[in-house]
């Protein structure tokens, strides 16, 4: 999917989903969402900003849209801080969304020795993938500055960005992208710990999946280890 047509802010989701109450119409959120987003201006802007969240936060995580169902990322709004939950809130975009995928795959080789990201070198990068179209050039510029709110860059100038130094990961939050990995962009039960896409972990610091495969064993999953496997089976 290209269409990442505006940049988010952690804080917007989080603001957003901790206002939800399952049962209701996602139609009454409208309003109170402009009062949410007030960095932006217009009332077009923000309606966007506010289709990307849901269409990321509740639309995907249920088959209906008339009325808004729980799910993981409504009951983490209420028990987890804003700062727990932003890699989560990132790592959803990541998984929604292949361009974005694509974008960080591509900021390695288009970052300097001294962590300055080249814009131009990554849009030559970009359009030879997806072509030379507006909803490429505005998905890049929309993905940037969700970069730069989520603290992973911080824009210089309009041709280029800095890259923060990586973040640190809790146990706990590599557990729940472990089962996000699994249910919501496998698909499947299954997670092979060798094989995750390392575009999801690149703006962290590295992580020693092993061992927080070994900590949740028998609670979250079943970890399978052998010589040639190095597996998670989720339980129900």
């Given at each position: ?12 989701i989080y603001e957003t ?44 995580l249920q088959k209906q ?28 975009i990541l998984m929604d ?140």
């Amino acid at each position: 999917m290209i269409g990442l047509d505006r940049p988010l802010r952690p804080s917007w989701i989080y603001e957003t989903l901790k206002m939800i109450e399952v049962g209701t119409k996602p139609s009454i959120y409208n309003e109170p969402f402009e009062d949410i987003a007030k960095e932006l201006v217009g009332k077009e802007g923000k309606r966007k900003a506010r289709t990307v969240i849901f269409r990321s936060f509740i639309y995907s995580l249920q088959k209906q849209r008339g009325s808004i169902q729980s799910n993981i990322f409504l009951d983490w709004s209420n028990n987890k801080s804003l700062e727990e939950l932003t890699p989560l809130f990132f790592w959803k975009i990541l998984m929604d969304y292949e361009v974005a995928r694509f974008i960080i795959k591509k900021i390695d080789i288009c970052v300097d020795s001294s962590n300055r990201l080249s814009v131009v070198l990554l849009s030559k990068k970009l359009v030879q993938e997806y072509g030379d179209r507006d909803v490429v050039k505005r998905s890049l510029r929309s993905f940037l500055a969700t970069l730069d709110h989520f603290r992973f860059l911080s824009q210089i100038d309009k041709k280029n960005y800095n890259l923060f130094d990586k973040a640190l990961l809790s146990d706990e939050q590599l557990r729940d992208f472990l089962l996000l990995y699994a249910k919501l962009f496998l698909r499947s039960k299954v997670v092979d710990l060798k094989n995750i896409e390392p575009e999801f972990l690149f703006f962290f610091k590295p992580v020693n999946l092993r061992e927080v495969a070994k900590k949740y064993n028998g609670i979250a999953w079943e970890y399978i280890r052998g010589v040639n496997r190095n597996q998670l089976m989720l339980k129900n």
